[in-house]
């Protein structure tokens, strides 16, 4: 603390003899420039009353010495308002006119010093944004990393069990069978919850480059429902397109096909066996509509928003009962934003839920 002031104080002097020497200096040649003036007119006879000119001098010569502090405790009170500010951004303090304009002295917003005064407010602003966005990704990182160690708690845990209850000599060959099966199915959990995680972390960290192209988008479609197709058959839930003519807009096909993979995954997850997914295209003017419908538990109202944040997922007892990480759908949300599109929930017109995506027809980095 006391090498802080000393080096406040030392920078203050510094600054201080600066200013001393800048005004002894014109003071100097101001004052010699007024003698040679009157001594010019003394030795050409301009004016013969050597007594009053002598007096004219010692006034002209105050009047010089006065004006000269007078600028100079101008320019001092200058110093230390950016030196003040100075201070207080190396200590973390930024902003340099939170109060307006009006909290800069009045010689600041003139001439040159009013361009080095809004230097120094872009730049104090600069900084605070970039501050606040580091405190929001310290932030986010602490819940991302709570959150992932949250998701991969009840799978280990399960599979910990499984394998300690399979070395127990009491259980017969069919219960350890059962037991093995369990810790299968948990290895799956497990790789499926990595594999997202590892798509979020890569899309967040920006590893993940979406590239949009001009490609049809009946056969990023197709690509999407042929990831999801086989699950879709195990439960007997058939998937219907309605025909349209095919598009050709800028989109990343691959991660674009991955977002209504998501989307479909998630159709086919909550719907019961024996039901239908539909596929609509509604082309637009400058964007197109994908919207996929099923007849599965719905999603209230309330909760149209949230379903596309990161890690959450609804509290009733169907969704808890499905595996997931509640993270497909803000994944799809990310994707779709990359590209300048966008998704959302429309209420269906029977039960079950309607997923809107659009995308533009012209994409702008």
């Not at 197709?229 to 598009?247: H, L, Q, R, S, Y």
């Not at 003017?285 to 149209?304: A, T």
């Amino acid at each position: 603390m006391t090498a802080d002031i000393d080096k406040m104080i030392r920078n203050r002097e510094r600054g201080y003899i600066w200013l001393e020497r800048e005004l002894k200096k014109n003071l100097g040649i101001s004052t010699a420039g007024i003698a040679v003036f009157f001594l010019f007119m003394a030795l050409f006879g301009i004016s013969r009353n050597y007594q009053r000119l002598i007096i004219f001098l010692a006034v002209a010569i105050l009047v010089n010495i006065i004006w000269h502090y007078l600028m100079y405790r101008r320019e001092y009170g200058n110093y230390l308002a950016i030196f003040g500010y100075l201070e207080s951004f190396e200590r973390g303090g930024y902003g340099f006119c939170k109060g307006g304009a009006e909290g800069i002295r009045a010689e600041l917003q003139e001439g040159i010093r009013s361009q080095l005064t809004e230097q120094l407010d872009r730049m104090g602003r600069a900084v605070e944004e970039y501050r606040s966005r580091l405190e929001d990704e310290k932030e986010s990182t602490k819940a991302m990393i709570t959150d992932i160690s949250h998701q991969l708690k009840t799978p280990v845990a399960a599979l910990g069990l499984s394998m300690e209850l399979m070395e127990d000599e009491q259980i017969t060959e069919e219960e350890k069978l059962e037991f093995l099966e369990r810790g299968k199915q948990e290895v799956q959990k497990l790789k499926y919850l990595m594999g997202t995680l590892s798509n979020l972390s890569r899309l967040e960290a920006d590893m993940i480059r979406i590239k949009p192209k001009t490609e049809s988008l009946k056969k990023t479609i197709i690509r999407a429902v042929n990831g999801i197709f086989i699950k879709a058959e195990e439960k007997k839930i058939g998937i219907e397109m309605d025909e349209f003519k095919d598009i050709k807009l800028p989109h990343d096909s691959r991660w674009t096909a991955e977002a209504m993979s998501n989307v479909l995954d998630n159709a086919v997850k909550y719907s019961p066996e024996g039901t239908v997914i539909r596929l609509r295209v509604e082309p637009m003017v400058s964007y197109v509509f994908i919207e996929v419908e099923d007849e599965g538990i719905g999603i209230r109202k309330s909760e149209y928003q949230n379903v596309f944040k990161r890690f959450y997922r609804g509290d009733s007892q169907e969704v808890e009962e499905q595996e997931g990480a509640g993270v497909g759908l803000y994944l799809v949300r990310k994707i779709l934003e990359e590209q300048g599109g966008s998704v959302c929930v429309v209420s269906a017109h029977r039960k079950g839920t309607v997923v809107r995506m659009m995308l533009p027809k012209k994409y702008e980095a």
